[in-house]
């Protein structure tokens, strides 16, 4: 299993296109070990674009949970509608911001 990851250069669409199939390699053929997957593809984000922060919630009970990720400390929980993530969320798209404590 590789442990290392090679950074792409070029532009934002072909960085993403060059780690695609090494996001794949990371992951165990039919494993389901999720939360691991998702710990490495934060890490892999990380260090390809340098970002303070990413990481990845999944829903439950009708709230976002934290899960794995790289960065500063995050809520715990998010509501629907709160925040950047939680607005993303009931609104089913993405949303950039420059200063999450802003918005």
């Keep these: 299993m590789p442990e290392d990851?090679?950074?792409?250069?070029?532009t934002k669409e072909e960085q993403y296109k060059g780690l695609l199939p090494q996001l794949r390699a990371l992951m165990m053929e039919g494993n389901d070990f999720y939360i691991a997957n998702l710990a490495n593809f934060a890490a892999v984000l990380v260090e390809q674009f340098k970002h303070m922060w990413v990481?990845?919630?999944?829903?439950?009970?009708?709230?976002?949970?934290?899960?794995?990720?790289?960065?500063?400390?995050?809520?715990l929980v998010i509501k629907k509608g709160a925040g950047v993530c939680g607005t993303a969320w009931e609104r089913k798209e993405t949303i950039v911001v420059k200063d999450v404590e802003a918005f």
Aim: glycine content about 14%.
């Design 5 to 10: 990851v090679d950074i792409i250069q070029g």
């Design 55 to 75: 990481g990845f919630y999944t829903v439950k009970e009708n709230r976002l949970i934290l899960g794995p990720f790289q960065g500063p400390v995050a809520c």
